[in-house]
C-alpha cells in the first residue's frame, strides 16, 4: 500500500496561516484522488474537515469553517491543507487520506502546535 | 443526529477472539458503505477494513487479511468486526466511520491484546 508522507510536526501564531501537508509516492498521481483531510484532537475521535479534488469538486465537512481549505500542488505530488486565521482551539493533529483502490491510506499525521 | 457507537473491546490473550459492533443511527444506514479504522497507543491512523451498503463488497487492509471479518445487518444498523487470532500488534482503539468519506466517526473502543 502506498505511503502519505506528511511532516511529523508544524507551528504557527495565532492569526497566522498554516500549510500541511501531504505528499504522494511518485507512481500515484495526485491529481487524480480526492484528498481528505481530518482532524483529531487529544483523547477525541477523528473529525472530518473536508475533501479536495479541484477547485471545482470539493467538499466541506458539516459545521467546518471556511478558514479549512484544501489544494493541491501538482509539481510536488502534494495535497495541502491551509488553515487561515489560526486559532488557538486549531491545535491538534491533522491526517490527510486517499482511497486509491481497494484500500484507504492515512497519511501519519502531522501534529500543529498554535505558538 | 447522525451517531455512531461501538462496542466489544477489552482485553483479551494472544491468539484469541473478539467482535466488535458499531450501533448506527440518525441516518440510512443501508446506503452508506462503513469503515473500521483503528489507532495504536500513541500512533497515527491505520485504516481496517470497509463493507459496501449491502455488503457484497468487503475489503481488508493486508495486516488483518485472513484474521479479521467485517460484515452488517442492515436491519439492526449495525456493523461487526470479527477478529481472530488477535497478536499483541492488534492492540488499539477501533472506530467505524461512515461513507466514501468517513465523514462520521464513533466514539471508539479499545481493545487490548495481552497475556
Keep these: ?115 | 443526529q447522525v451517531q455512531l457507537v461501538e462496542s466489544g473491546g477489552g482485553v483479551v490473550q494472544p491468539g484469541r477472539s473478539l467482535r466488535l459492533s458499531c450501533a448506527a443511527s440518525g441516518f440510512t444506514f443501508s446506503s452508506y458503505g462503513m469503515h473500521w479504522v483503528r489507532q495504536a497507543p500513541g500512533k497515527g491512523l491505520e485504516w481496517v477494513a470497509v463493507i459496501s451498503y449491502d455488503g457484497s463488497n468487503k475489503y481488508y487492509a493486508d495486516s488483518v487479511k485472513g484474521r479479521f471479518t467485517i460484515s452488517r445487518d442492515n436491519s439492526k444498523n449495525t456493523l461487526y468486526l470479527q477478529m481472530n487470532s488477535l497478536r499483541a500488534e492488534d492492540t488499539a482503539v477501533y472506530y467505524c466511520a461512515k461513507g466514501q468519506q468517513l465523514d462520521v466517526w464513533g466514539q471508539g473502543t479499545t481493545v487490548t491484546v495481552s497475556s
Design chain 1, 1 to 115: 500500500q502506498p505511503v502519505l508522507t506528511q511532516p511529523p510536526s508544524s507551528s504557527a501564531s495565532p492569526g497566522e496561516s498554516a500549510r500541511l501537508t501531504c505528499t504522494l509516492p511518485s507512481d500515484i498521481n495526485v491529481g487524480s484522488y480526492n484528498i481528505y483531510w481530518y482532524q483529531q484532537k487529544p483523547g477525541s475521535p477523528p473529525r472530518y474537515l473536508l475533501y479536495y479534488y479541484s477547485d471545482s469538486d470539493k467538499g466541506q465537512g458539516s459545521g467546518v469553517p471556511s478558514r479549512f481549505s484544501g489544494s493541491k500542488d501538482a509539481s510536488a505530488n502534494t495535497g495541502i491543507l491551509l488553515i487561515s486565521g489560526l486559532q488557538s482551539e486549531d491545535e491538534a493533529d491533522y491526517y490527510c487520506m486517499i482511497w486509491p483502490s481497494n484500500a484507504v491510506v492515512f497519511g501519519g499525521g502531522t501534529k500543529l502546535t498554535v505558538l
